[in-house]
């Protein structure tokens, strides 16, 4: 971005120079600044769609409020709508040249699109870009805004959006879960604690907990998907709204309203709104628990689904790729793994996003780049992770009955069924005997006439079902 043809070019100066732009782009002085001095990851703000497209709504509802006030006359306003909307359709992607993490508090991103649309709007009323001779990007595309208020209210507008189809991914694995628990609702299976023998139970009822631990995840998404509808718009630099009109933030919000379908509301008190992002250690918390719980799960599909000769071997995974450059027919469990490793990103990103919102000053937090950039992060591995292993792997599962079933009768874990029936002192005997002898325990049993393998078969189908109702 230094060396272009003059006649291909246009120039713009700020305080510290002269500048030459392409003339095919729509970026100004400012975005050029913030891209030379701050451009540190492969990442530009139009890279995620919901953030590109909340900022353009955000100047879109300012510029009808502003209409509404008073402030901008009707070819301004309309001239700039068109412009949002061409954003919103990513015609200006190529000129959306800040880097998502820049460091300027959002001073940056903020001019891009500022400048963008004010280019944009100029040319559709067959004016020349950079000229601002009717639209500004500071006088009338930001006008009554500031980057302190715009980019958070931005910023919570694009999580909201990107949380959806997260919450819809999250309910889609807890059905596939639901499934699972019915298809294998009549499998034995050996239930362990500790990693060792426990008790008698059904391998659908394993998969019954990973469904409901699923759908409250979904849940809990959605709760605090709901606290982000509570905007900073209309604070203006610090809070006190100076800058503009009286009127401006109950237009505004009416129109960001319209242009959303999100019923978004301004703060019981904006000096709170401009100071604090504890919402978003909220919703980090929440993206860090769903990738943390998934990972518990996927890490039990890996234990479970071991061997196939030296493992436990009592799920069948679908088989996904190669497992190895140089053992020949190895398979390995590539979806739950990749389920974990996403989870260590996630809950790193967790802890930057809480440093961020810890060191917020005074009157704004400046470090929102870095949550903007944590927080989309951590929702694409999960939205992304998630779907490929629903569909590639827990959709497939499939059980070894027999597996589940020698597991379970071969075990000591069956003396906890025979309890009623024999009483604790008995069955601990048999048990420490069956384990010093390496025998199963039913196989004692009837050899010493104690309970015939058919009742014991019995008694164990009975522990295995729940004693109380859901």
């Not at 006088?139 to 805004?145: G, P």
């Not at 490929?388 to 874990?413: P, W």
Request: glycine share 8%; hydrophobic share 40%.
């Amino acid at each position: 971005m230094t060396t272009f043809n003059p006649a291909e070019s246009r120039f713009e100066t700020d305080y510290v120079g002269q500048v030459q732009i392409p003339i095919d782009k729509l970026y100004g002085v400012n975005s050029v600044r913030g891209f030379q001095n701050l451009s540190v990851s492969p990442l530009t703000i139009a890279h995620y769609p919901e953030f590109r497209n909340a900022f353009a709504q955000c100047k879109w509802a300012s510029a009808l409020a502003n209409l509404d006030s008073g402030v901008l006359t009707n070819p301004q306003c309309e001239s700039i709508v068109l412009a949002c909307r061409e954003v919103i359709e990513g015609k200006c992607d190529d000129s959306l040249i800040v880097d998502l993490l820049e460091g300027s508090g959002g001073t940056s991103t903020n001019m891009n699109f500022n400048e963008v649309i004010a280019n944009c709007a100029q040319r559709l009323m067959g004016h020349t870009a950079g000229s601002y001779e009717v639209v500004h990007p500071n006088d009338h595309v930001n006008c009554s805004q500031s980057t302190n208020d715009v980019y958070p209210a931005a910023l919570k507008i694009a999580t909201y959006a990107m949380i959806g189809p997260l919450i819809s991914e999250v309910e889609k694995l807890a059905a596939q879960f639901d499934k699972k628990a019915e298809q294998f609702a009549d499998v034995l299976h050996l239930g362990r604690t500790c990693l060792q023998d426990a008790q008698p139970m059904r391998l659908g009822q394993l998969f019954s907990g990973y469904a409901s631990l699923t759908h409250r995840l979904a849940t809990e998404l959605g709760a605090v998907r709901d606290k982000l509808r509570t905007l900073p718009l209309g604070g203006t630099a610090i809070g006190t709204g100076f800058g503009a009109p009286a009127d401006y933030r109950g237009f505004v919000y009416m129109h960001l309203c319209h242009i959303t379908g999100v019923e978004y509301l301004a703060p019981t008190n904006s000096f709170d709104a401009m100071q604090n992002m504890d919402v978003f250690s909220r919703v980090s918390a929440e993206l860090r628990t769903c990738s943390a719980s998934l990972a518990k799960i996927a890490s039990d599909l890996t234990m479970l689904s071991s061997g196939p000769v030296g493992g436990i071997g009592e799920l069948i995974l679908p088989e996904a790729q190669a497992g190895s450059s140089i053992m020949p027919g190895k398979v390995n469990p590539v979806l739950p793994m990749s389920m974990i490793q996403l989870s260590f990103a996630v809950i790193g990103n967790d802890v930057a996003v809480a440093q961020a919102v810890q060191y917020g000053e005074l009157e704004i937090n400046h470090f929102e780049p870095v949550v903007s950039s944590r927080v989309f992060d951590s929702i694409a591995l999960l939205t992304n992770g998630i779907q490929r292993f629903r569909e590639k792997c827990v959709a497939g599962i499939t059980a070894s009955v027999q597996r589940n079933e020698e597991h379970l009768i071969q075990s000591m874990a069956v003396a906890t069924a025979l309890v009623p029936e024999l009483g604790y002192a008995k069955v601990s005997k048999l048990a420490r005997q069956s384990v010093a002898e390496g025998r199963s325990l039913l196989a004692i049993l009837e050899e010493s006439e104690l309970m015939s393998q058919a009742a014991a078969m019995a008694a164990i189908e009975k522990a295995s079902h729940p004693v109380f109702q859901d």
